[in-house]
């Protein structure tokens, strides 16, 4: 394991030991348990207290808070909460795929997001009660979030052992009045006003039977944002609504509106922006879509300041579509992978960066280069960097205009992006318009 990976094991082991041993040593004795032992992680750390005069039975011993209580730097915490969301999510680390869960958990004293890094692990649902025990947090954005490591484990609870304030899912959360830019999971009590741009009818199984639920999209001047009505409110597209007792839960990261029979919704008179422009995606700072944790169908103008490793010529498996690395899928073994081109670019506006991921089509056009001739070029050059050198000339230090769906996680802002163009400065208008500066001062 990375030190940085180890040093919330020391630290715990130093607490165990009452801080009477110096986390240098405590990283040397891990160290050799694990590398020259090579026995589990869990194995070295009961041996490394033991040799070092402590109970390993403390090392299961978190000091159990209220989600109001943690900080942003807890190494050890046991936690009682209700499971208020559960998305899956699977990200790129290492040239590895893995799946993780993220969401929020409430207890009566206020709400958290959380992480749990391993979704195989951690099999959580919405609505679940649990004793979380072993959790980390660290700070995000100024703020603590919870986090399910490989220490963490989870036992189940009866129901009533978490109360929720009354006919609520979570405590209210952020402003009353929202526009769709402001919107953020974990929001409640919230009211908007929007216009209706498309609403359909589904049909989905229940605890109690099937229901019909109301989804589409609605939109201001801010933005869109996709929504979900578990109540037939007669809507109807391009009406007006102010909907009032609305409540915001992710999907992938996404902010969506959520109103049922709770709500109140209003036909609202008025002029309202034509739908060309509620349509028309706005461009929104990198640190404005950081506070409200992703949004859909967004435009970022900023510079790309790098190219991540994984874009170029890649192989992907036949069967599930990850990354193959070696002739290896991580879920299905040796595999004979498919080609295919895609950029992972991180694009800075000057308050904030996001790793702006492109496929196929959308590096064709950027890069100038098809798949075809890509490949053709890394088997002449016997070496697909080639590809990764061509995306880096084309792209690097360039402003660019990047349009899709942003979400979140751990490892900050990530954009599915559906167009993308290099913006070319206008250059004859730009030195018009400094002659004129430079004549005025004259």
Excluded at 155 to 176: C, F, H, I, R, T
């Amino acid at each position: 394991m990375e030190k940085q990976e180890l040093a919330p094991h020391v630290t715990e082991i130093s607490r165990v030991l009452g801080n009477k041993v110096s986390e240098e040593q405590i990283a040397k004795e891990l160290d050799t348990y694990l590398n020259l032992y090579r026995v589990s992680l869990e194995t070295a750390k009961r041996s490394v207290v033991r040799k070092l005069g402590g109970d390993p039975n403390a090392l299961n011993r978190g000091s159990q808070k209220k989600l109001s209580e943690v900080s942003g730097t807890e190494q050890n915490v046991d936690l009682l909460v209700k499971v208020l969301s559960a998305n899956r999510k699977e990200i790129e680390q290492n040239g590895e795929v893995r799946t993780l869960i993220y969401g929020l958990m409430a207890d009566e004293t206020g709400t958290l997001p959380y992480t749990a890094w391993d979704a195989d692990r951690f099999q959580l649902e919405r609505g679940q009660v649990l004793l979380v025990r072993n959790a980390y947090s660290k700070e995000w954005n100024g703020k603590p979030q919870l986090n399910l490591g490989t220490r963490a484990t989870i036992e189940q609870q009866p129901q009533d052992a978490v109360k929720l304030p009354e006919g609520m899912d979570v405590p209210v959360y952020g402003p009353s009045v929202a526009k769709v830019a402001d919107l953020q999971e974990g929001m409640n009590s919230v009211t908007i006003t929007a216009k209706v741009l498309q609403v359909e009818t589904r049909k989905i199984e229940t605890q109690d039977g099937p229901k019909t639920v109301y989804s589409g999209m609605m939109a201001d001047e801010t933005g869109r944002v996709q929504f979900s009505s578990w109540h037939d409110f007669n809507l109807k597209k391009d009406e007006v609504v102010r909907i009032q007792g609305a409540y915001v839960r992710s999907w992938r990261g996404i902010p969506q509106l959520n109103f049922g029979e709770r709500g109140l919704v209003e036909r609202v008179p008025g002029h309202f922006p034509a739908d060309l422009d509620l349509y028309r995606s706005n461009p929104r700072s990198i640190d404005e879509l950081e506070r409200v944790g992703g949004a859909f169908d967004v435009l970022v103008l900023g510079t790309v300041v790098d190219i991540k490793k994984g874009s170029g010529l890649i192989q992907r498996c036949p069967q599930c579509n990850r990354l193959v690395q070696n002739k290896l899928c991580r879920l299905h073994g040796k595999v004979e992978g498919q080609y295919d081109l895609r950029i992972k670019a991180v694009v800075d506006d000057g308050a904030g960066a996001i790793t702006a991921v492109l496929n196929k089509e959308i590096t064709e056009e950027l890069v100038g280069i098809t798949l075809e001739q890509a490949i053709k070029e890394a088997k002449e050059a016997m070496d697909p960097e080639v590809v990764m050198e061509k995306v880096e000339e084309r792209l690097l230090a360039k402003p660019m205009e990047v349009r899709g769906n942003v979400i979140s996680d751990d490892y900050g802002l990530m954009m599915i992006v559906s167009e993308a163009r290099l913006s070319v400065p206008e250059v004859r208008n730009e030195a018009a318009r400094l002659l004129a500066e430079l004549e005025g001062s004259q």
